[in-house]
């Protein structure tokens, strides 16, 4: 089954060789018919309701690029009326009274929601395996081998790749949307932090959590994220610039661009197989007319700690708010205040988000604020720091978005800190709040994508949409599709 | 009054929560309009819904600068939120936004009256902060109800120093705190809703020790009495308790004003570990100068100053000074009253402190419910000024006013209380009274002084009251000489 691009899909909406209601009642099917569980929630009436809107919209000459287009949602976002789960027992039953700024920017663009799709427990998993609502597929996987498709955002990377939906929103705080873009063949984005408004996205860790589109190509990220990102008074971290349009530079000429290769990203837990195929990617770049620059980020090894205090912190708190007492999940036996709070949470939370909220109440904890989280603040300093000196010499920073492609589901369950090492590239771009794409780069012995990393500086995502579209015209990586789909890999 | 063994030496510091009267909550658009039915002020952000994001009210920043100005305060003009973290069913988030090391007011102090003359109170800081909701213990058969109407009101909490030395030093420091911050317009101050609200810190050492002792804190007292006697109740608490060698434990303790006795809440190990981080939702708020020097322009004279004016430009006592500016609406009802008046300001002064003050005391009522405008008592003293009206004449119109009764010159009129200033009518009544009192004339003409009042009294009765007093003893005078 041949991919169908955002792109193309506007394309046949506005030549009419097809409706909304048409093209989404298709992709209901896809989804009812799919095994993957990439979706905790099918709004099937809603979206042919919306569907229906769109086509009548254009019937009357509305003509905004993405009007009528299908695409899934993922369920950390809150959608009024709308089952909102963020992948937990705590909020298995809880239906938002309200809609997340980014889906209302969305949805004034005419997109259509199709539903919301399965993530890690409050996005704290790197494979989709804390989710509440049990595991999701890899479309990449075989019959023999289930394999995992990268969390947090996983649901939202299955549903695409597996072509349940032609596009769909991810979050990334420490590489949730890139991550699960590499394991599942797409293009990921995560913006610069404060680019789309936070506002009705579940928080898991507020200065690093950021919204932003998953799909095939570097082209219909661009148009997604138009219709995404935008100030919005009602989110005070985000950014009061004005409107871009994210593919005015996608045609640009790539020639003496200057690529940042870190000498720090050829580390041992790399495997072999992505170091070579990003390798090859980067050649391929040479050959659009770029040139390669040795530089370094000697802090990168300091991320991981640093992140695990300060996302688990931030967690920590913001997950207060769970308790059972207003809504959401409350235990069915207390006999008194202590105990509503403390077999609410018990029973409603899984071990992963416990296992966080325990490692950030003691980094915030008297005692141990300076040596941990006040620490932690330097260090995300110091991390920062390491990219402004870089991109003096560069302009965008590359190189593997995972250091393995996807693995064995369960294979890492037991161990978290082999979990953690997956996001070791993507979780300096979040402390420093650049922006950053996974796009496909090839294709281990085995069959599995692997994913080129790219930073750019602050705000520079039309630039790095430009870099992984031209890349984009001329391989055609992002264009295949699993063998379980009929797929030629 | 309160008295201790003067071998101890009280310290007392304060805390106190001022709600700001802003029109909206500290992070959200609700009203925090007081009174109403339960969680209708409540929108998703003061719920904590999943996904919520707070927006700081810029005029929460406003009314606290006025203050930090006030108080010739610094004024941090990079200041931090911080959440608070612990749980309650009346903290939505698990969390209450405040300001930990980088509060909005810095170092600044206030000046008290005491016995002994006039003492600077240190004020740390004042740092905004969002109030909790209420949880409602009656009428839910075992259960508790929540109420969060006032989750997200914005609260300026005041620290002052360790300055106080007396639970009176205590009582004036926080009068005169309330005083302000009704002045400057920041705050209703109406304790009994708990828009001022204290906490005391106290604790006793042995005079000229340099360590203080043991302090704890006393929670829950809501009005200026209760303030007092808690914190006397305490002192003599922390005394005994160490003169008959035992330790003062630091701890939160209750105040409770049914029995007079404080008693513990939670000791310094039971306290809660707060988890004070950085709120990443709200970037460090950043003030421009200009911004402050717009605050600047609002701000209204303050109390101090204007007693000083009242004492030097309007020749008041001190007294009466201190009295007429303990309030912005007395010293407003007073300025008003003494511009629109040709009465001179002493006059006014005396009129307001004995006489509006008496009625409105024994009526219990504000002088912004005053029955009386000041625009009325400024005619009324008018009329006294051009003689129309005798004292006694004026407390009838007074009393009349204060009734309802309608205008100055309308009551005049219906009760003819207008005074007979026409010499010839007045002289008629003179010597009607020279006549019929043969007695008292001759003892006024063998040198008798005294009886000159009898005899103007007689004028007095015979004229209903209306006769001009003085004009009536001179011409007795006049014609007995």
């Known amino acids: ?489 | 009054m309160f008295t201790w063994d003067k071998n101890w030496e009280v310290v007392i510091g304060l805390e106190v929560h001022t709600q700001l009267q802003t029109k909206s909550k500290i992070f959200s658009g609700s009203s925090i309009a007081y009174g109403a039915e339960p969680n209708t002020q409540a929108s998703a952000v003061d719920i904590a819904l999943p996904g919520v994001l707070p927006v700081m009210n810029l005029e929460a920043a406003r009314l606290a600068v006025k203050f930090g100005l006030a108080i010739d305060a610094h004024i941090n003009k990079r200041n931090v939120f911080a959440r608070k973290n612990y749980f309650y069913p009346d903290l939505p988030k698990g969390y209450q936004i405040s300001q930990m090391e980088l509060p909005i007011v810095g170092l600044g102090a206030l000046e008290i009256k005491t016995e002994s003359g006039t003492k600077t109170i240190g004020i740390t800081r004042a740092h905004l902060e969002e109030d909790a909701g209420k949880s409602l213990h009656e009428n839910f058969h075992g259960q508790t109800g929540i109420d969060l109407n006032r989750a997200g009101t914005p609260l300026l909490e005041i620290v002052s120093e360790p300055d106080m030395r007396s639970p009176a030093e205590a009582v004036a420091y926080l009068r005169k705190l309330h005083s302000l911050v009704r002045y400057i317009e920041i705050c209703d101050g109406n304790m009994q809703e708990g828009s001022f609200r204290c906490d005391a810190n106290v604790s006793v050492r042995p005079v000229g020790q340099k360590e203080y002792g043991t302090r704890t804190e006393l929670k829950n007292i809501n009005s200026f009495r209760f303030v007092e006697r808690a914190i006397e109740y305490e002192v003599e608490r922390q005394i005994d308790m160490l003169e008959e060698g035992g330790e003062i434990v630091q701890e939160t303790r209750l105040y409770d004003a049914d029995k007079h006795e404080t008693r513990s809440m939670r000791s310094k190990e039971e306290a809660h570990d707060y988890r004070y981080f950085p709120d990443p939702d709200l970037p460090p708020m950043v003030l421009e100068d200009s911004f402050i020097e717009e605050v600047r322009i609002t701000l209204p004279e303050l109390p101090d100053a204007k007693k000083a004016r009242f004492e030097t430009e309007l020749g008041l006592n001190e007294a009466d000074a201190q009295v007429l500016t303990a309030d912005r609406e007395i010293a407003d009802y007073f300025e008003s009253t003494a511009d629109a008046t040709s009465a001179d300001t002493k006059t006014v002064a005396n009129w307001m402190t004995g006489e509006l003050f008496a009625n409105l005391n024994k009526a219990e009522l504000e002088i912004s419910d005053s029955p009386i405008s000041s625009a009325q008592l400024a005619k009324l003293l008018d009329r006294i000024a051009d003689k129309t009206l005798s004292g006694n004449t004026g407390k009838k119109v007074f009393a009349a006013l204060w009734d309802q009764e309608g205008e100055v010159d309308d009551i005049i009129d219906a009760k003819g209380l207008k005074q007979i200033t026409d010499t010839g009518a007045i002289e008629a009544i003179v010597d009607d009274v020279i006549a019929s009192c043969p007695d008292q004339v001759a003892q006024f003409k063998e040198g008798n002084e005294k009886v000159i009042g009898f005899l103007t009294g007689q004028v007095m009765q015979r004229s209903k009251g209306k006769a001009n007093p003085q004009m009536a003893n001179q011409m007795l005078r006049e014609k007995l000489s």
């Open chain 1, 1 to 489: 089954m041949s991919i169908k691009t955002l792109t193309q899909l506007a394309g046949d909406l506005k030549n009419g060789r097809v409706s909304s209601e048409e093209l989404t009642r298709d992709y209901l099917t896809k989804i009812d018919l799919s095994d993957h569980n990439a979706f905790i929630s099918v709004n099937a009436d809603s979206a042919i309701t919306q569907a229906k809107e769109a086509d009548k919209k254009r019937a009357k000459g509305a003509d905004s690029p993405l009007l009528g287009l299908p695409i899934a949602q993922k369920d950390i976002f809150c959608i009024e009326g709308t089952r909102t789960t963020c992948g937990s027992k705590i909020l298995s039953d809880f239906e938002a009274p309200y809609t997340a700024s980014v889906v209302e920017n969305m949805r004034s663009h005419g997109l259509v929601t199709l539903g919301k799709t399965n993530m890690d427990e409050f996005a704290m998993g790197s494979s989709n395996e804390t989710s509440y609502f049990g595991g999701v597929k890899n479309p990449w996987g075989s019959s023999d081998e289930n394999l995992v498709p990268g969390g947090s955002s996983g649901g939202s990377a299955a549903a695409v790749s597996a072509q349940l939906a032609p596009a769909a929103t991810g979050t990334d705080t420490g590489g949730s949307i890139r991550q699960p873009a590499a394991f599942c063949n797409l293009t990921g984005l995560k913006p610069s932090y404060g680019r789309c408004s936070r506002y009705g996205m579940i928080a898991f860790a507020s200065s690093l959590d950021q919204a932003g589109p998953m799909t095939h190509t570097a082209e219909d990220a661009a148009l997604l994220l138009n219709t995404m990102a935008g100030f919005d008074q009602k989110d005070s971290t985000s950014l009061d610039v004005p409107a871009e349009d994210f593919t005015i530079m996608l045609e640009d000429s790539l020639s003496g661009l200057k690529i940042g290769l870190p000498k720090e990203y050829v580390s041992e837990g790399l495997d072999p197989e992505v170091a070579a195929l990003v390798e090859s990617a980067i050649k391929e770049y040479e050959k659009l007319g770029a040139q390669l620059v040795d530089v370094s980020l000697p802090n990168s090894a300091l991320a991981l700690p640093s992140y695990y205090v300060i996302a688990p912190a931030e967690a920590s708190s913001n997950l207060s708010r769970f308790d059972g007492v207003r809504y959401g999940y409350r235990a069915e036996e207390y006999e008194n205040l202590e105990e509503l709070y403390l077999n609410s949470r018990t029973e409603g939370f899984g071990e992963e988000v416990k296992r966080r909220i325990m490692i950030g109440a003691y980094a915030l904890s008297s005692g141990y604020y300076d040596a941990y989280y006040s620490k932690a603040q330097k260090l995300r300093r110091l991390i920062s720091n390491d990219f402004d000196a870089a991109f003096k010499y560069c302009d965008v920073i590359m190189g593997p978005t995972t250091p393995s492609p996807a693995f064995a589901a369960g294979s890492r369950t037991d161990d978290p800190v082999s979990m953690y090492l997956n996001d070791i590239y993507t979780i300096p771009v979040n402390l420093a709040g650049l922006p950053a794409a996974s796009i496909p780069a090839g294709f281990t012995q085995s069959g599995l994508p692997v994913g080129l990393h790219m930073i750019t500086p602050y705000l520079r995502e039309a630039k790095l949409l430009n870099i992984a579209h031209q890349y984009q015209l001329v391989t055609d990586w992002h264009m295949q599709s699993p063998s379980s789909l009929g797929g030629t890999t």
